[in-house]
């Protein structure tokens, strides 16, 4: 038993070392000119890349009881199923407006040039559920607070947010001041 618990200490370790900066590809003027956009796709594909981020994603949260992960639409549901696996969680959508089904909650937020909503349905969780929110990149932070908004409203206890890549430079995280915020890569 100590040998089987030596091999997965040790692939654990493995997981930990893996530099998953090296699993996200640039795409230059996509999708208009000017953006390099950091691309994913590359650790979505690899199983080894995907699983230590899912392991250190989750490992912030091991002493900590998390009753719903909350995925921002469409990438953030990506990682965040796999951590809501993870952590023995469930798992509830926040998508943009018109996506979902039956009685919903929205929180309207501005753009650069513009506004956006973002809903749930309103039986996503029971009031009180500790919450994780999840999304792939956090960027000028406009959709995250917006879903923070929308899981406070619904009585949610938000006990923290993550992201798998931060875009530091866009100062996002002076949205989400005051809250438990962790990104796995920055830029």
Known sequence: MDFLFGLKLDYLS????IDLKAYVRDVPYFPKQGIIFKDLS?????????????????????HVNVDVVV?????????????????????????KQGKLPGDLRAVTY????????????????SSGSSVL????????????????????????????VNFILELDFLKGRTKLAGRNLYSLINY
């Open 133 to 160: 929110l999840h999304d792939d990149v956090l960027a000028t932070g406009g959709t995250a607070a917006a879903a923070i908004e929308l899981i406070e409203s619904m009585g949610g206890n938000l006990i923290g």
């Open 42 to 62: 590359p650790l979505l594909a690899s199983a080894k890349a995907r699983k230590a981020a899912v392991e250190r994603l989750a490992k912030n949260y091991q």
């Open 110 to 125: 501005d753009l650069e040039y513009g506004t956006d909503t973002v809903e749930m349905q309103i039986d996503a969780f």
């Open 14 to 17: 493995q997981m930990n070392e």
């Open 71 to 95: 995925g921002i639409e469409a990438r953030g549901f990506l990682f965040g199923t796999l951590l809501a696996e993870a952590l023995g969680a469930s798992f509830v959508m926040c998508r």
